[in-house]
């Protein structure tokens, strides 16, 4: 993924947002704004440096550049404690655009829509601990994800004629359900009435559709995902701990710096078949690749959490 442009100032707090709590962000911003159909943009501004084509308004494209630099991870020395704050304070901006861009703008909604899934999954994943959060923040970007997927021309036809998973299938752009699958998957572990009785096929479903539409999106994170999901949930969908293998093996291949490979291929596999060689090997590795800066940059949140999660897997 490409870098953001620089982030060249700090980033005060908006005008009464704040920092609200993900359960406000699920049921105030996704339900109201998502479902009432005022969803829309992107951080295009940031991550791509053109203003939208349909976002005419300065104070929009104001909005849209906040968020875009305070995503941003690569411009700076990164500090995974003190980045929680940005990465709030994009979703916040994100969401307040929200209401404001114009309808018909679609690739542009699908941009943000993708950007908030991601960084919902990223603000729960990275700093939340309550179960309570975590699950709404996990609903929320599954929500943002989804209403990404309806705007799919393809996935939209295929669902009416076919089916919902049938439509996860048809789906066209990889980052909608990449990330839909990521936050489904973390939603069903609060919901396993609803994993046992389909849910777990959609996250197969998408991240197997993800793999065909671009295997290298994320650092190789359609077979990681897949990777992780087979070695955990194998017994659910018929297939073996040991078909995780060479996903986890592919997503190394395609990206042998994004150390987070290498940690779930740990964690979710050698450890629980009690291989212990290939165990240390890999979080040897990773804690060796902790020490080059240059590989730690390349994806600094996600390198800063493996390691975090190798340094723990090796305690005694």
Avoid at 120 to 128: M, N, Q, S
Avoid at 241 to 262: G, K, M, T
């Amino acid at each position: 993924m490409s870098s953001p442009p620089s982030r060249g100032r700090a980033f005060p707090a908006r005008r009464g947002i704040g920092y609200p709590s993900p359960v406000l962000a699920t049921r105030r911003t996704i339900r109201k704004q998502v479902y009432a159909g005022l969803i829309a943009v992107s951080w295009t501004l940031a991550a791509f440096g053109s203003v939208p084509c349909h976002a005419e308004d300065t104070d929009v494209a104001a909005l849209l550049a906040d968020a875009g630099l305070a995503y941003d991870r690569w411009s700076e020395p990164f500090d995974l404690a003190s980045y929680e704050a940005s990465l709030r304070h994009a979703i916040d901006v994100w969401e307040e655009a929200l209401p404001l861009i114009a309808t018909d703008d679609v690739a542009t909604r699908v941009e943000v829509l993708n950007r908030l899934s991601q960084a919902y999954f990223e603000l729960a994943t990275g700093y939340l601990d309550d179960s309570s959060s975590k699950e709404a923040t996990f609903e929320a970007g599954k929500d943002a994800a989804l209403a990404a997927l309806e705007l799919d021309a393809a996935f939209a036809e295929t669902r009416v004629r076919d089916g919902f998973r049938a439509a996860l299938r048809a789906a066209t752009d990889v980052a909608s359900i990449f990330w839909y699958g990521n936050n489904l998957g973390q939603w069903l572990d609060f919901h396993r009435f609803t994993a046992f009785f389909g849910g777990v096929r959609d996250v197969q479903a998408s991240f197997e559709r993800a793999i065909e539409l671009d295997e290298t999106y994320e650092g190789g994170g359609p077979h990681r995902a897949l990777g992780a999901f087979l070695a955990q949930a194998y017994f659910l969908v018929g297939r073996s701990r040991a078909d995780a293998v060479a996903h986890f093996e592919r997503s190394i291949e395609l990206d042998p710096n994004y150390l987070e490979n290498r940690v779930n291929y740990a964690e979710y596999y050698a450890r629980p078949v009690g291989d212990d060689a290939l165990f240390d090997t890999l979080l040897t590795m990773v804690l060796e690749a902790a020490e080059d800066p240059d590989v730690v940059a390349a994806h600094p949140f996600y390198n800063e959490l493996a390691i975090n999660r190798a340094r723990s897997l090796t305690r005694p």
